[in-house]
């Protein structure tokens, strides 16, 4: 407890970024490529492609949107959220988790739509429910992307152990919600611990996962999603002048997947690269190549989330202050065990990120 209350003051605040941006600039002496190859590498770029990978990342955004509002279409009742709503929430999320430790994202999306919510006492624990419910549908496209990059790809042998603990990690979250959907409306927060009231916070909006039809339409929506974000990867290769195939951009998705599982600072600059990086060399990529292709796609993927993100946090009258202050999921729970009907006040929720 005193190292925690120790780590409160600006000063350890301090000297702790000082010592990640030190660690981080380490790790990129040691793994960073040729910087001169890497140069050349984008002085090649085609931008036609570049232009078609962002389009691609976008059309991605877009079908995850929609399979969230399916997930809280079937977790609230009616009226519904509109997609503008949903959309501009997500965005500030994906902005959050790019730019924030901690993927504090989810939250954060919670927190927006909320606010377009007013008088839907009990809304905030469920739509916390519906995300975790959308990430688990997540398990269906993760599943056959893993399987066909099993079966087609060049794998290095280390990262066969990264694609099991992915798939074991994608398995769980999906038994969990299952079992858990059984059992969602029986969810109560008074007089539980701090991790017990976690689960319980988890398991609303998890209705979905007993209603096939929607449980159907979300997961092609995530499957659209992920295949739109394989095009990405595949255009980026084509604007960096890699002709691979597929299978390769496949594999380059799953692990730059599994890299960034874990945020050990903002984007995991350079470990994410890294990790693209080392197995294209097995097909003929230079190393420097490969790191200034996935400075590249992750450049990409950010010109969308952060892009977007900024946008609508602007449009929401919000500031990225607002997002630093997001509480965690814990005190979440805490706001809705002082409840005595286990709901949500409005007035509390919206505090988090006033208007």
């Known amino acids: 407890m005193r190292a925690l209350a120790a780590l409160a003051t600006p000063w350890a605040r301090l000297a702790l970024a000082a010592a990640l941006l030190f660690a981080f600039g380490l790790a990129l002496y040691f793994v960073g490529p040729d910087w001169n190859q890497a140069a050349e590498a984008f002085q090649a770029v085609r931008w036609e492609w570049i232009l078609a990978a962002v389009g691609f990342?976008?059309?991605?955004?877009?079908?995850?949107?929609?399979?969230?509002?399916?997930v809280i279409g079937q977790a609230l009742p009616a009226p519904h959220p509109p997609f503008s709503h949903v959309f501009s929430a997500f965005s500030v999320g994906l902005m959050a988790n790019a730019a924030l430790p901690g993927r504090v994202g989810e939250l954060a999306r919670v927190a927006v739509l909320v606010r377009h919510m007013p008088g839907r006492r009990g809304a905030w624990p469920t739509l916390v429910g519906s995300v975790v419910a959308h990430r688990v549908f997540d398990f269906f496209p993760v599943a056959v992307l893993v399987a066909w990059v099993l079966a087609t790809a060049?794998?290095?042998?280390?990262?066969?152990?990264?694609?099991?603990?992915?798939?074991?990690?994608?398995?769980?979250?999906?038994?969990?919600?299952?079992?858990?959907?059984?059992?969602?409306?029986?969810?109560?927060?008074?007089?539980?611990?701090?991790?017990?009231?976690?689960?319980a916070l988890a398991r609303h909006g998890l209705g979905v996962m007993r209603r096939p039809l929607a449980s159907v339409a979300a997961v092609w929506c995530q499957l659209l999603g992920w295949f739109c974000q394989l095009l990405a990867v595949w255009g980026t290769m084509r604007a960096f002048d890699l002709r691979l195939d597929l299978p390769a951009a496949g594999l380059v998705l799953v692990l730059m997947n599994v890299a960034t599982v874990v945020p050990l600072w903002p984007g995991n600059v350079g470990l994410l690269q890294a990790a693209i990086a080392l197995p294209l060399v097995e097909y003929g990529v230079p190393?420097?190549?490969?790191?200034?292709?996935?400075?590249?796609?992750?450049?990409?993927?950010?010109?969308?989330?952060?892009?977007?993100?900024?946008?609508?946090?602007?449009?929401?009258?919000?500031?990225?202050?607002?997002?630093?202050?997001?509480p965690p999921a814990v005190e979440a729970g805490d706001v809705l065990a002082r409840s005595r009907e286990g709901l949500v006040e409005r007035e509390r929720a919206r505090s988090y990120l006033p208007r």
Do not use: C, K
Not at 57 to 70: E, I, P, Y
Not at 169 to 196: C, K
Not at 293 to 303: P, R, T, Y
């Open 57 to 70: 990342n976008l059309l991605s955004v877009v079908a995850r949107v929609l399979a969230w509002r399916t």
């Open 154 to 199: 060049r794998i290095p042998h280390w990262a066969l152990t990264s694609l099991s603990i992915l798939f074991a990690i994608g398995g769980g979250l999906f038994l969990f919600a299952f079992v858990s959907a059984r059992h969602h409306q029986r969810s109560q927060l008074d007089g539980l611990s701090a991790m017990r009231r976690l689960v």
């Open 287 to 326: 190393y420097a190549t490969g790191f200034a292709f996935g400075i590249g796609l992750q450049a990409i993927e950010a010109s969308v989330g952060i892009g977007f993100g900024l946008f609508f946090l602007g449009r929401e009258g919000l500031s990225f202050a607002s997002l630093q202050r997001m």
